[in-house]
């Protein structure tokens, strides 16, 4: 038998990687085990990238509360993680007298939640602070503090930080089966077996399936995709804050959002599906969150789209987040984390650490931690190759790959070899930004994957987008 883990995970999305972070604090063997080749690769990498304040949560709720927690402390702790975050704030527009009453409630909820700073604008007020606006707007709410971030970074981030902390990843390795013998649970997953005292099931979309395994049949997770497009950098003037709409029944509904590489996001849509693997675009979804953001802000037809995306928000059936520390099994269970849980991520890990401290199951705390290697880039800010003295420190910095992200050879090498390495195209862009601009790779893909095989020691053909499956050529294809 392999040495028992005191602590296995289930899943490496926002959630698992910031539980696997708290605990590698402490004196315990912690294990990651997930299904994709890299972290942050399900629920996680389809995300609008927004630290809500949550200031609409619905008020008493556990999500309200680790919300509003999770805001700050990812605030505490972006610099020592290395995680962008720009708080750019958000105006909420009203643009019909229904939706202005709403407003009044909106903001009363805001202050519910001790969100206190959001305030009330006039239709005056609120094209003055989004002048391209819609002008039939008849008033808004400004919410000082909603904040872009970067998702990927905040997942790899969270991962790379449990990493350098002893937490061991098993990518690419899905859990089939998982049995309690001798007080141990002995979980088979597609690339061998683990043993586990304490079992924390985070599988997002597959909270369920994995609940089920465990003779834990409380709950059903369903998927309720969400439909985005990307704009290119052109439209970033018009949209200074995030614009949101007054939100429908079902979703927060369809928003205009700044991110933080300069492009601008129009969606998500809210469809419940049967497959949770479908991550599909289509052109219903598509056309239905452009034209719910150019209700907001209808100059953005004119803006070119570069690219589009789905995510699939894992909504329970029971409305609210499912978090439980059981210590008469030793599980934990955090599961339908639906349209908030990058925000939430750090206080729902920080509320497991708290449930399981109260039922005497933490060891010690380690007497110091590693801090998480610094990158030589964050999305969003400057390329190391405007930076002489970086360039005089490794020439690498100035051989551009990516030309529309502007990403060195430099750092893409050391996306490779980081403490949770990228080894698909996919995690290159993730880690880099690379292909993801305006050409989407079509003019550099040869060369990064030329890096990737150089640095990983792999053949062209034995590289993948998001691992085995996705190769991106075809092993019998000629290739230079
Ligand atoms: C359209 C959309 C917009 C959103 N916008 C925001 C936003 O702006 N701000 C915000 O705060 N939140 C937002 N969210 C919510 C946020 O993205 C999610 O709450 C969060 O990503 C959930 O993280 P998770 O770790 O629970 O799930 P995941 O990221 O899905 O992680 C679970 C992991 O478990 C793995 N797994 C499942 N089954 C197995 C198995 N059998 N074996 C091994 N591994 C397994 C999966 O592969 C997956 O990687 C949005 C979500 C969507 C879909």
């Not at 927060?252 to 590489?261: E, F, H, M």
């Not at 030309?403 to 290159?428: F, K, M, N, W, Y």
């Not at 880099?432 to 990983?456: K, N």
């Amino acid at each position: 038998m392999n040495e028992p883990f005191d602590f296995l995970v289930i899943g490496a999305g926002l959630v698992g990687c910031a539980l696997a972070r708290e605990l590698a604090r402490y004196e315990a063997r912690v294990a990651v085990v997930e299904q994709n080749w890299d972290v942050g690769d399900g629920v996680s990498k389809g995300n609008s990238s927004i630290l809500h304040t949550g200031f609409d949560a619905k008020p008493g709720t556990l999500e309200a509360r680790l919300v509003s927690e999770g805001h700050r402390l990812w605030n505490e702790q972006a610099d020592e993680l290395g995680v962008p975050i720009e708080r750019v704030g958000a105006v909420m527009l009203a643009l019909d007298e229904e939706q202005l009453q709403a407003l009044a409630r909106y903001f009363e909820n805001a202050h519910k939640n001790g969100v206190k700073d959001v305030e009330r604008l006039s239709a005056e007020q609120a094209l003055a602070r989004v002048p391209h606006a819609n002008p039939a707007a008849l008033g808004g709410l400004w919410i000082p503090r909603e904040s872009i971030t970067c998702t990927f970074t905040a997942c790899i981030a969270l991962a790379e930080h449990a990493a350098v902390n002893g937490a061991q990843f098993f990518l690419g390795a899905r859990v089939t089966n998982i049995e309690r013998i001798e007080g141990l649970y002995r979980v088979t997953t597609t690339q061998g077996q683990h043993y586990a005292r304490w079992l924390a099931n985070s599988a997002g979309l597959w909270g369920d399936t994995i609940a089920g395994m465990l003779g834990r049949n409380g709950f059903t997770i369903t998927s309720r995709k969400g439909e985005f497009l990307i704009l290119d950098k052109t439209a970033r003037a018009y949209v200074p804050h995030i614009l949101l709409p007054v939100p429908t029944r079902i979703s927060k509904g369809i928003l205009a959002a700044p991110t933080l590489n300069g492009n601008v996001l129009l969606g998500p849509t809210a469809d419940d599906i049967e497959d949770k693997n479908d991550t599909s675009v289509s052109a219903d979804g598509l056309g239905r969150a452009r034209r719910g953001a150019l209700q907001l802000m209808p100059v953005l037809a004119h803006e070119p789209v570069v690219a589009t995306y789905a995510g699939l928000r894992p909504a329970s059936s029971t409305g609210e987040y499912v978090l439980e520390v059981d210590a008469q099994t030793n599980q934990i269970v955090t599961a339908g984390i639906r349209s908030t849980g990058l925000s939430a991520a750090p206080a729902i890990a920080l509320e497991v650490m708290r449930r399981l401290g109260a039922a005497g199951a933490l060891p010690h705390l380690k007497k110091s931690l590693v801090p998480r290697p610094v990158r030589v880039w964050a999305t969003g800010r400057v390329r190391p190759c405007f930076d002489p003295s970086r360039l005089c420190e490794n020439p690498d910095f100035g051989q551009i790959l990516c030309l529309c992200e502007t990403v060195s050879r430099a750092e893409i090498t050391q996306a490779i070899h980081a403490p949770i390495p990228a080894t698909t195209l996919d995690g290159i862009k993730k880690r880099t930004w690379a292909t993801a601009g305006r050409c989407q790779g079509f003019y550099c893909t040869a060369a990064i994957m030329q890096t990737m095989s150089d640095e990983l020691g792999r053949p062209l053909t034995a590289l993948t987008k998001r691992g085995p499956g996705s190769e991106v050529i075809a092993p019998d294809e000629p290739h230079a």
